[in-house]
């Protein structure tokens, strides 16, 4: 154990343990002396005892990510934007929830293993109860902004790090996160954080008042601000107000401000009245239209001038538009097109339409031929890079040595082989629009390393280049890969794993969909339009039936083909069984042959096949009239008699006639 490390052991337990404060602690704030006491007294922590940092596995920082996953994909622009600010600094930011457990994190890659062991990574476990006195852990228990500096730390693992941190309040006035900035190594001066941490009080507000106008942008919202000339564009206060007049949401500043001022204690709950010396109805000469210093106003109780910004709630639209807005999803066209009812298929629309315009990384899971391309582009077709373009990479289609120039460009001659004019990649390609990186389980681990630098830092070096070239994309991955297996297996990168599922969208197979019929006919009239045909092929009832039973291992692919096969070879307008691929006859062949038993035996369609309920029905509405069925289906009797046959289905006049025999 090094001497700093002693020495540090030694002053926590003389103010945590026995309560004194040597003279050299004297100038140790209060803050952290309080912070001590409580990890011996409260988390019985051990001071000699030093703990490696705990970072928890994949699945666990999962689903801490989804407990808070409306507030991390608004605050995911917050530190993109303070990490340009400090970048080059040594620096690194960390977005915790409010049990101190890292949710979101950028960080420089070149620093990686250094701050993997440090715990300033995804998933670290910075509780005070866990990890000590720390920016995090203090933070949360406090509820302040602070510092925890070098030998601040009650942890002695932890004394050369610099932690500054901000917590981050819901329209309700609880902690919901922190926002943390943190460095490996510091100037011994504390005062050197000093603007670390107005940094990260000011982007904690930002995140705040974003979640908050996102929340109540269908409610009354009131900006609130001591000057005129910054309560249009940087409003201090934020209140929500609900059709009554009553406050139902509250910035972190506008809560301290009435509570000291008009001793509204709480807010929540308070009328528009109660708190300022204004009615409700003279709402309308706060709107923006009217000059800023014409909007003043006054707290009751203590007279405090303040000038006010107040904005009515958004308009509902059309009746579908309100309820896609009261669950908070608006839903672009092109995502409501991929769905023609399915309740899972819909589930996961609703989420991506909260994410189209969101600084986060989507992994679109799903098996082969699931339709995460198309539901990639609609993604990009239903945000605001519309009109920009959509980059698609089959990761798995190119070769291993090109990979790396194919996505990130080269310069001339930079390599063998690399040609005279060089070429841009991929990623800069897509500047601008969107990166679609299809089948990523199979990109090759070295060029993870090279694709998370691009994805962190939002810039491209291509081969042979000095120089970073700056790129504005939105990445969309998608594979049909366990990639958190892979993360176990060491096949892929845990930290890009964690940056491209920002958020994680599970697109049905196509055998599970309950809109099947309307895929069908979606994809018939889109061949048809593309072949130029004058109208859609009809669906006989037998073929419509053996779509329906057909496994589908390759989704909607397979379907497309299959579909595109009928109706070339059908005639007559009409696809029928004979015109459906051999292959799909003869997995249906290849099935086991139910028991000939008398019809009356079975009535669940769960336990026969779809095309064999069908049938059923048929003969039942016909009351067993073999000749009338066969001519509805277009079939002879002799093959109708067959399918009864294979299908185990008896007719009750056959039944009564078999129990008539001697």
Not at 346 to 369: F, H, K, M, Y
Not at 562 to 574: E, T
Not at 618 to 627: E, G, I
């Amino acid at each position: 154990m090094q001497l700093r490390q002693s020495n540090h052991i030694r002053a926590v337990m003389q103010v945590a343990g026995e309560g004194r404060i040597p003279a050299s602690e004297s100038d140790r704030d209060a803050v952290i002396r309080e912070s001590w006491s409580r990890c011996v007294h409260q988390h019985h922590l051990d001071p000699t005892r030093m703990c490696e940092p705990l970072i928890l596995p994949s699945h666990q920082v999962r689903e801490h990510q989804q407990r808070i996953e409306d507030l991390l994909h608004i605050a995911r622009h917050g530190l993109e934007t303070l990490y340009q600010q400090v970048a080059g600094m040594g620096y690194c930011l960390l977005l915790t929830d409010a049990r101190g457990v890292t949710v979101d994190f950028i960080g420089d890659i070149a620093l990686d293993t250094s701050l993997r062991r440090a715990g300033l990574y995804l998933g670290a476990d910075w509780s005070e109860e866990r990890a000590g006195t720390c920016g995090v852990g203090t933070a949360i228990a406090t509820g302040e902004a602070l510092t925890v500096h070098l030998d601040d730390h009650f942890d002695a693992t932890h004394i050369p790090l610099t932690c500054t941190t901000s917590p981050v309040f819901d329209p309700q006035g609880q902690l919901t996160a922190v926002l943390d900035i943190s460095a490996l190594s510091s100037p011994q001066n504390k005062d050197s954080q000093h603007l670390a941490l107005q940094l990260v009080k000011m982007y904690a507000s930002l995140i705040e008042n974003a979640n908050f106008v996102q929340r109540y942008r269908r409610d009354w919202i009131l900006r609130l601000n001591e000057s005129p000339e910054f309560v249009d564009v940087n409003p201090r206060y934020l209140l929500a107000l609900d059709a009554a007049g009553r406050v139902i949401g509250h910035n972190r500043a506008a809560q301290r401000l009435l509570q000291a001022e008009a001793r509204a204690v709480p807010v929540l709950g308070q009328t528009f009245e109660r708190l300022f010396d204004a009615r409700l109805d003279e709402l309308g000469r706060f709107v923006p239209f009217r000059s800023s210093d014409q909007r003043a106003l006054t707290v009751a109780g203590s007279g405090r001038l303040l000038f006010m910004q107040a904005t009515p709630p958004a308009p509902s639209g059309s009746a579908k538009e309100q309820q896609a807005a009261q669950a908070g999803r608006p839903l672009p066209a092109p995502l409501a097109a991929l769905s023609g009812g399915d309740p899972a298929l819909d589930r996961q629309i609703e989420r991506a339409a909260r994410l189209v315009n969101a600084s986060v990384g989507i992994l679109l899971c799903g098996e082969t031929g699931s339709g995460k391309e198309m539901f990639a582009k609609a993604l990009h077709e239903g945000s605001g890079r519309r009109g920009r373009r959509f980059v698609a990479v089959n990761c798995a289609a190119i070769p291993e040595s090109l990979i790396e120039s194919e996505l990130f460009g080269h310069l001339p001659g930079s390599f063998s082989g690399a040609g005279s004019k060089g070429k841009r990649g991929l990623v800069q390609e897509a500047d601008g629009g969107t990166l679609f990186l299809d089948e990523i389980g199979d990109m090759p681990r070295d060029m993870q390393t090279r694709l998370l630098r691009v994805l962190a830092e939002r810039e491209v070096l291509p081969i042979g280049a000095t120089r970073p070239v700056p790129v504005n994309l939105r990445v969309i991955a998608a594979t049909h890969h366990d990639l958190q297996a892979l993360v176990r297996q060491g096949a892929f990168r845990d930290d890009l794993y964690y940056r491209l599922n920002g958020a994680q969208i599970n697109l049905p197979p196509l055998r599970e969909r309950r809109d099947i019929d309307w895929v069908i006919q979606r994809l018939l009239d889109a061949g048809a339009r593309a072949d130029g045909q004058a109208a859609t092929p009809q669906l006989s009832a037998a073929a419509r039936a053996r779509l329906h039973a057909h496994h589908w291992p390759g989704n909607l692919r397979e379907m497309r083909n299959v579909l595109d096969f009928a109706r070339a070879v059908c005639s007559g307008g009409c696809i029928d069984l004979e015109d459906l691929p051999d292959n799909l006859m003869a997995s249906a062949q290849a099935a086991p042959a139910p028991v000939n038993r008398p019809a009356s035996v079975w009535q669940s369609a769960g336990e026969h096949p779809p095309e064999a309920v069908l049938l059923l029905q048929y003969l039942r509405a016909a009351q067993w009239n073999v000749t009338a069925v066969a001519r509805q289906l277009g079939l002879s009797r002799m093959t109708l008699y067959r399918r009864m046959h294979r299908f185990g289905i008896v007719s009750p006049n056959q039944q009564q006639d078999a129990g008539a025999a001697p």
